[in-house]
Nanobody
């Protein structure tokens, strides 16, 4: 089992920045791809970003490319999501996720093994 706890959500004005953190515990953190999904009210959970075990490969949803950056610190068992130039449409609950695989698995929330409980990000216009 992998336990994931998110932090860093909050209220920010459009154009502002937030950094989300996700602390992992349980199985060996460094062996998992880690990432973020988000879910806005009335919408399905959607992929945001993923980073491979060693941090050398990353992938982003088109909607956040150039604005969001995912990173990880395996020594601290933590993954981060730096969100810049935030827009009102970024408003959602952001979920940290972990899975042993990297790649197409991350395009569907239903294929991910482990989830955090989420942290709310609200971007005001």
């Amino acid at each position: 089992q992998v336990q994931l706890v998110e932090s860093g959500g909050g209220l920010v004005q459009a154009g502002g920045s937030l950094r989300l953190s996700c602390a992992a515990s349980g199985r060996t953190f460094s062996r998992y791809a880690m990432g973020w999904f988000r879910q806005a009210p009335g919408k399905e959970r959607e992929f945001v970003a993923v980073i491979k075990w060693g941090g050398g490969m990353r992938d982003y949803a088109d909607s956040v490319k150039g604005r969001f950056t995912i990173s990880r610190d395996n020594a601290k068992d933590t993954v981060y999501l730096q969100m810049n130039s935030l827009k009102p449409e970024d408003t959602a609950v952001y979920y940290c996720a972990a899975d042993p695989t990297y790649g197409s698995t991350w395009r569907s929330a239903g294929d991910i093994d482990y989830w955090g409980k989420g942290t709310l990000v609200t971007v005001s216009s």
